[in-house]
């Protein structure tokens, strides 16, 4: 599991850092390079996976969500959630490369 920081104590809609360490990023692409946890390149997967990590957020299902590239081969997920902001998540690769697993780099709550 891609496991939050565990705060969403930024309520200005400021990004909030992931606290995810190098070595635990390492651990998940080796087990993703032995044929294990296959959804760790699916931006979707890894994005849905870290909001039910936060702690009272949930998202609005009716809602539309959209995962779009961004530069530096990054990617950005947007969410409505059901107390009507968004959850907006930079979804990246390890070191900032081309490849690899995605993780989330940081993410933020927006007033829509």
């Known amino acids: 599991m891609l496991?939050?920081?565990?705060?969403?104590?930024n309520s200005d809609g400021s990004w909030i850092e992931n606290d995810?360490?190098?070595?635990?990023?390492?651990s998940l692409q080796r087990e993703y390079d032995a044929g294990h946890r296959a959804g760790l390149n699916d931006p979707i997967q890894v994005s849905r996976e870290f909001i039910s990590s936060l702690s009272g957020i949930e998202v609005?299902?009716?809602?539309?969500s959209v995962i779009e590239e961004q530069d530096g081969h990054k990617?950005?997920?947007?969410?409505?959630?059901?107390?009507g902001k968004s959850i907006e998540l930079e979804l990246a690769h390890p070191n900032d490369g081309e490849e690899g697993i995605l993780y989330?780099?940081?993410?933020?709550i927006v007033t829509k």
């Open 3 to 9: 496991a939050a920081c565990g705060s969403t104590k």
């Open 20 to 26: 995810i360490t190098t070595s635990q990023l390492s």
């Open 60 to 64: 609005d299902e009716s809602g539309e």
């Open 75 to 83: 990617q950005l997920a947007v969410y409505p959630l059901t107390n």
């Open 104 to 108: 989330v780099k940081r993410y933020r």
